[in-house]
Every structure is written in C-alpha cells, then in structure tokens.
C-alpha cells in the first residue's frame, strides 16, 4: 500500500496528515514530508495518524527523530490518533509517555500552538 500525505497550515501550526501504512519502505517519504516542514521553520507540528492503517518500528523512529529536531528548536510535534490498533503500537513502546496523543486536528493544532 501507498503513503499519502498532505499537509496544511492551521491557527499557527503545521498540520502534516498520513494516510495508508507507515512501514521500512514508505517511513522515508514521512521523513522527507516532516523534513520539509522543519527546513522551512514550522516547528509547530501535527501529525495526524487517523488514516494510517499500519505503523512499523521503522516509522515510529521517524516520528521520534522527528519530534527531537523540533524539540531542538523550542518547537513541538502532536500526534493525532484514534485508531486503537495504533494506540497499542505507541503503548507497547512506551511511546505514549513521550509524545502528546489527542483525539482531534483541532485539540492537538490548540496543544501545538500554546505549548
């Protein structure tokens, strides 16, 4: 399966949405995605995971790379995530204490942005 990712500009903040499965061949094209928006000075991060079907540990370790270049930079990165299957992948890993995880665009743009 394909990686779609889209990303917008909200009160502030850069919401990056992911669809599909996060896995060894797709996590380089997130990394390039968050990259971007990082380069660019949005530092101010969401990433929405409510389309993403699938997440390896090989896409966990872009998020976390990710989370400590904007961290860095006095910046943040939310993660958006409903999916119980995803939940569990954060959980196990121990992941769930480490990134902020909220159920909505528009709580995590609000958390993002205030932090």
Not at 49 to 69: E, I, W
């Amino acid at each position: 399966m394909d990686l779609a990712i889209s990303t917008t500009e909200r009160k502030g903040g850069t919401v990056v949405t992911v669809g599909g499965e996060i896995d060894v061949y797709t996590a380089p094209l997130l990394r390039d995605a968050l990259d971007q928006q990082i380069t660019a000075g949005r530092v101010r991060l969401v990433v929405d995971l409510d389309a993403v079907d699938f997440l390896d540990s090989t896409g966990l370790g872009v998020l976390v790379g990710r989370l400590k270049l904007v961290r860095n930079q006095s910046g943040t990165l939310a993660i958006v995530c409903t999916k119980e299957r995803i939940l569990k992948v954060f959980r196990i890993t121990g992941l769930d204490k480490v990134f902020t995880i909220l159920d909505s665009v528009d709580e995590a743009v609000t958390v993002a942005t205030e932090a």
